[in-house]
């Protein structure tokens, strides 16, 4: 590892910054990835869940029934950390970046009050649903999941609005040091907002949709090959795909964009150190000193995947001063590892689908069970990649254009022991979610339906004429 | 009404909201906590799962909505209290994010040892968050966040009109959680819950009251602005809690859990609002007045439609997940 490199992910250990700078970006890099897979679940979980419970309803369906049912407690635990992860992050806003806030809290607020209301609505109707199991007749129980995907996609249409408008700033001047002109609706219907939720959304269904289909993959794989797995795997694994084959598209008219609004990103994410016409596609390499190394060029490529053109160049980091660099290495190893996974998994879901159009079963094979396995961590990894690439692609800016980093973070170094204790935190929640859950698979495939909570009466002397394990709140 | 005090209001309307909602969630962590074995307590543990598991993620997005509320609509004051009290924030915030994860998986848990371990930490964090914003609470109404930067770090948060609030927090949230947990006892015909739940309800009502009416004395001489407020301004709103606090003891000592519900949460939605009250005009007090630490305009403007849509979207459902949860279906399973 270059030193170069290595200053890159330790920019200003010492220097003239804010104490809390360091801290606070590593901070809100672990909250935000943490909670951005669980956000995710939130997205994507209650259409798949749908889709297996309507089955399960109006075709009388009973395995689909049951597993809409047993994801139904999965979703309980993992939404249920989603929501207190989330919370993390509403906090953070104010306790790591004081500087943004207050300036700017007006400015970039009003979309966050929309995503307070879309996750009430979600709250309210995921209480009814995981409750209503028995409760409630089972064509109204079913159109609750309805208000929950709806809200689901409107809210993370607000929280990445919010982030669109940091990329593009629209809705506001300053004068003076002074922001004056403020324009809250702006970024609502901005397109470059509207593209680039498309794109987290689309990554949301990749993300849920590979991991829940390898889950049952990895069953089958251990010779669980009943109905049960297959439909385990096939209905989120039918979601994934139809995400995977339109989200290069998404990305690319995406990226189209950033030659515009964020130059310095795009010089970023194509490893251009000067601007060349026609501009190549560098696959792979580092920045070493000033000089590109390691990487295979291939002529023109650029120019068309960048700008949709044989001749226009991408903008090349000569022309950006020095002090607006992004971090060029983390920002183009991120940016190409999002798009070479995402490329692997829209070709593998094509020959997946193309085989079995040509009649033959690929999952049969256990290389195929493994690629499916596999595909749940990938499509996590290149999420992941990809906010580094866009949030690291627009430092030194929070607000691009406005507003600095440095600027942003408070003057607290304790913030070093938060990011201690937070990792310890986050590092026990993950166990404890991947204990539970797997705990309840176990007792699943042992035939124990129902769950009850352990704390349940141990005998009718408790109270009530039923069985102990009609306590559950889920049973029925 | 101008914009800032109709924005103002809405938030604080958010506070109520959460002090009612969240905090008789939390409170019921008390309850839990002081159960016993785990053979003994089982049947509480279950009917404090049954009770606040389909609505708890409802009553915490409140708190979204209020930290939502602030930051965009009094986004200077926003920053200040949060760089000043990060303390008291962070320890509420460790506690919210333990309490909502270990519910979870308490619920989930495959044996009595693990349930136990979560379950500690689930009533555990139950109680330390009340007590935290009860102390953000007492920073801000007692003048100890500044307009601009950063207050002291410890004593913004540590004085005794903070940690009264902390204890009242954590005292009217365990009033209100018995309450309800006892009326959702009785509903399900369980006599010998329902009896010993009434007995704890009682005492911890009792000594919540004394506390309420005893902070008032430390607070005349820590906090002279909040304090001319709840001997002026708010006095009625005061009077009417302690009125309604005494109502909802007796109803429950009379075995009226229905009526009792509802004098509860009058009470402590008295208390809270006597100190919105008591604290008017200031947003922060002796610091920056409602009027002056509001955002821009239209950002307001919009902050309202938020709320009207609230009123629209978020409050019919919620109220239809209440009825549902309290109905006969939902109880005797």
Redesign the interface.
Same mark, same amino acid.
């Given at each position: 590892m270059s030193l170069s490199l290595l200053q890159e992910v330790l920019p200003h250990a010492v220097g003239l910054e804010p104490e809390g700078l360091l801290p606070a970006r590593q901070q809100m890099a672990l909250s935000l990835g943490w909670h951005i897979i669980l956000a995710s679940f939130g997205v994507a979980f209650p259409a798949i869940i749908w889709a297996a419970h309507w089955r399960g309803v109006y075709r009388g369906d009973d395995v689909a029934l049951n597993l809409a049912r047993r994801w139904a407690?999965v979703s309980?635990?993992l939404?249920?950390?989603g929501?207190?992860?989330?919370?993390?992050l509403?906090?953070e806003?104010?306790?790591l970046w004081?500087?943004l806030?207050?300036?700017?809290?007006?400015?970039?607020?009003?979309p966050?009050?929309?995503?307070?209301?879309s996750?009430?609505?979600e709250?309210?109707? *995921?209480?009814?649903y *995981?409750?209503?199991w028995?409760?409630?007749p089972p064509k109204r129980h079913l159109l609750m999941l309805v208000?929950m995907a709806i809200a689901g996609v409107v809210g993370s249409y607000c929280v990445i609005s919010v982030n669109a408008r940091m990329n593009m700033p629209v809705g506001f001047r300053v004068e003076d040091g002074q922001?004056v002109d403020?324009?809250?609706?702006a970024v609502l219907f901005n397109p470059g907002a509207i593209l680039q939720f498309a794109h987290m959304w689309v990554a949301a269904y990749m993300v849920v949709g590979f991991t829940v289909a390898g889950v049952y993959a990895a069953g089958m794989l251990r010779g669980r090959r009943d109905r049960h797995h297959r439909l385990g795997f096939t209905i989120p694994f039918v979601f994934a795909s139809a995400a995977a084959v339109v989200q290069p598209f998404l990305g690319h008219v995406l990226g189209l964009r950033i030659a515009e609004a964020q130059p310095a990103k795009l010089a970023a994410f194509e490893l251009a150190t000067e601007t060349e016409s026609p501009s190549p596609l560098r696959l792979g390499g580092l920045l070493i000193d000033g000089e590109v190394r390691y990487s295979l060029d291939i002529p023109g490529l650029g120019s068309i995947i960048a700008r949709n053109s044989f001749t226009k160049p991408v903008q090349g980091l000569e022309t950006i001063a020095p002090a607006d660099r992004p971090p060029v290495n983390i920002t183009h190893v991120a940016f190409q590892s999002m798009v070479g996974i995402g490329t692997l998994l829209f070709v593998a879901v094509l020959v997946y689908w193309f085989v079995r159009w040509r009649g033959r079963d690929l999952l049969d094979h256990r290389w195929t069970l493994r690629a499916a396995v596999a595909a749940g961590p990938l499509a996590v990894v290149a999420m992941e990649a990809g906010w580094i690439a866009t949030e690291v692609g627009r430092q030194p800016w929070v607000v691009y254009g406005y507003l600095r980093t440095p600027d942003a973070a408070?003057d607290?170094p304790?913030i070093w022991i938060?990011l201690v204790?937070t990792a310890v935190?986050y590092t026990g929640?993950t166990v404890?979610?991947v204990?539970?859950l797997r705990?309840?698979a176990?007792?699943w495939r042992a035939g124990e339906e129902d769950?009850p909570?352990?704390?349940?009466?141990?005998s009718a002397a408790?109270?009530?004429a039923s069985r102990p394990h009609?306590?559950g709140?889920e049973?029925? | 009404m101008t914009l800032e005090l109709a924005v103002a209001v809405a938030l604080f309307a958010g506070v109520v909201a959460y002090a009612l909602f969240g905090g008789a969630d939390f409170g019921s962590g008390f309850y839990d906590l002081t159960a016993g074995s785990a053979h003994r307590g089982s049947e509480l543990r279950t009917l404090v799962d049954h009770s606040i598991g389909p609505v708890w993620e409802a009553n915490h997005v409140w708190l979204i909505y209020i930290l939502v509320m602030w930051w965009t609509g009094f986004p200077e004051s926003f920053a200040s209290a949060m760089s000043t009290l990060i303390l008291p924030m962070l320890l509420a915030l460790l506690g919210i994010v333990l309490r909502g994860s270990s519910f979870a998986f308490r619920k989930f848990a495959p044996t009595i040892g693990q349930a136990r371990l979560y379950g500690a930490i689930f009533a555990g964090s139950s109680l330390i968050t009340p007590f935290f914003l009860g102390t953000v609470a007492g920073a801000i109404a007692s003048g100890r966040v500044p307009a601009q930067g950063r207050g002291d770090l410890w004593s913004s948060w540590l004085n005794p009109t903070s940690l009264l609030g902390g204890v009242i927090a954590v005292g009217s949230s365990a009033f209100l959680a018995g309450v309800f947990l006892t009326a959702e006892a009785h509903h399900a015909d369980r006599g010998a819950l329902t009896a010993s739940l009434r007995r704890r309800t009682l005492a911890v009502g009792a000594v919540t009251g004394a506390v309420v009416f005893a902070a008032l004395i430390p607070i005349l001489h820590d906090a002279p602005t909040l304090a001319d407020g709840l001997t002026g301004r708010a006095a009625p709103l005061i009077i009417a809690s302690g009125l309604a606090g005494a109502t909802a003891l007796a109803l429950v000592a009379a075995r009226r859990y229905g009526p009792a519900r509802i004098s509860a949460v009058a009470a402590v939605a008295s208390v809270i609002s006597g100190w919105g009250v008591g604290q008017y005009p200031w947003l922060l007090v002796d610091e920056v007045r409602i009027a002056d630490g509001g955002g821009a305009d239209a950002t307001l403007a919009g902050l309202l439609v938020v709320v009207g849509l609230a009123g629209v979207l978020v409050l019919p459902p919620l109220v239809y997940l209440f009825r549902l949860t309290q109905s006969d279906e939902w109880v005797q399973h």
């Open positions: 407690k309980a635990v939404f249920a950390i929501a207190v992860s989330g919370t993390v509403s906090f806003m104010g306790l004081p500087g806030m207050g300036p700017y809290g007006d400015v970039l607020g009003l966050f009050a929309f995503e307070g209301l996750f009430f609505v709250a309210i109707f *995921l209480g009814m *995981l409750y209503g028995g409760r409630v208000p922001v403020v324009d809250p609706w408070g607290n304790q938060l204790a935190l929640l404890g979610a204990v539970v705990s309840m176990r007792r769950l909570s352990p704390y349940g009466p141990e408790a109270g009530g009609d306590r709140p049973a029925s | -």
